[in-house]
């Protein structure tokens, strides 16, 4: 779990009780801006924190609706997403809250249509290329895409704050982030050997086996072992794990 994230629903049985749990949460605010004749929470003596809600799939539809309609005055905040665009999916009650659209490379004038209410989107070629449709203004955008590979580096940076690792877990991480770097795919055996006369083969073993279930060091198909983590990492972070 992401260390900001207060709640994720995994499961589909997961996700009325959390939609339900939100509504309620809205309601509250609701009384404490009649309580205090305020019309917006930032206005409240105690302002509440503002709470956004991500959401990929098509169901309870009914929920979403409720939400995007009256959290924004609530502190509440929608970003919704989907791969199969139908009305079914996104339904006009629901499009007319949401007060930004934004359209990625689709199959289909039909596709584009639901989303973003025009044509465009089916002609969109370049990875992340999007158009942004907010009140009456249309702009073509280049969304911040993420390759596979990016991704997994900046979750496993992300992960470098949550874990505290073994002095042996610091030198096979080092010894792998060295070996990506150098462009050398190294079996486990392989980094075994590089670190033999520093680690015992069965540490070692150990060390790989945690980090790649950590996610800070791959295992591709063939597998050869290379480290997650990106050319660079947030000030400090080298310093504190590879010390």
């Given at each position: ?219 591709t198909r063939r597998r050869m072992m290379q480290s997650s983590l990106p050319q660079r990492l947030p ?9």
């Open positions: 779990m992401l260390p900001h994230a207060v709640r994720v629903a995994k499961e589909e049985k997961d996700v009325a009780p959390l939609l339900d749990a939100l509504t309620g949460e809205m309601q509250a605010h609701f009384h404490a801006l009649e309580k205090e004749h305020a019309r917006h929470v930032d206005k409240l003596q105690n302002p509440p924190p503002h709470l956004v809600l991500v959401v990929e799939g098509k169901e309870n539809i009914t929920r979403l609706e409720r939400l995007a309609q009256l959290g924004r005055s609530a502190g509440i905040h929608l970003i919704l997403a989907t791969q199969q665009p139908s009305v079914a999916v996104c339904p006009g009650t629901l499009k007319t809250n949401v007060p930004a659209r934004v359209g990625l490379a689709m199959a289909t004038m039909q596709d584009s249509r639901v989303i973003i209410d025009q044509n465009g989107a089916e002609e969109l070629t370049p990875p992340g290329q999007a158009i942004l449709v907010r009140g009456v203004e249309t702009v073509k955008v280049m969304t911040p895409y993420l390759p596979d590979e990016e991704r997994a580096q900046r979750l496993a940076a992300l992960r470098l704050g949550q874990v505290e690792l073994t002095e042996a877990e610091k030198l096979v991480l080092q010894e792998a982030r060295r070996m990506s770097q150098d462009g050398t795919k190294v079996t486990m055996r392989g980094m075994c050997n590089q670190l033999s006369g520093q680690l015992a083969e069965e540490k070692a073993r150990a060390a790989l086996k945690h980090l790649r279930e950590l996610g800070l060091v791959l295992e000030r400090g972070s080298e310093t504190t794990l590879l010390a």
